[in-house]
């Protein structure tokens, strides 16, 4: 039984890896694609080759609890505004494309003044919402 859950838990990350592949190859100005948890636990992640990271590890983490926090508190509002199609973040040093589904969250970043377009935007969407 528990080498069911075990190959279950890892076909999911492996899915997750995956998607993380899928969204960075949409666009060359995708610095970092990173899926967390609800609780802020990085799920899989992976950054552009020859990009030096803007976090330290303990920022990361940080960033990511701070990101999930949010997001759940939020929740209790979509009642009345309905759920979030994304979020965009955008800093000096980067922009962050935030989307939530299934309490996974998927945090996107892009280099400085490089806003997303709706276009890549949908592409996405499609895949943090295919199952």
Do not use: C
């Not at 995708?30 to 967390?36: A, D, K, S, T």
């Not at 955008?90 to 939530?100: D, E, G, P, R, S």
């Amino acid at each position: 039984m528990k080498n069911s859950s075990n190959n279950k838990w890892n076909n999911t990350l492996l899915k997750y890896k995956q998607k993380n592949l899928e969204i960075m190859s949409l666009s060359k100005s995708i610095r970092y694609v990173g899926i967390i948890n609800y609780h802020g636990r990085t799920l899989a992640g992976k950054i552009k080759p020859g990009i030096k990271p803007l976090f330290s590890p303990d920022q990361v983490r940080n960033e990511f609890f701070a990101i999930a926090t949010s997001v759940k508190l939020r929740e209790k509002s979509l009642s009345a505004i309905g759920k979030s199609n994304y979020t965009i973040l955008n800093h000096k040093k980067a922009t962050i494309l935030l989307f939530y589904n299934n309490k996974i969250i998927y945090y996107i970043t892009f280099g400085p003044n490089k806003i997303p377009n709706k276009l890549l935007i949908q592409k996405i969407k499609n895949i943090t919402t295919a199952v």
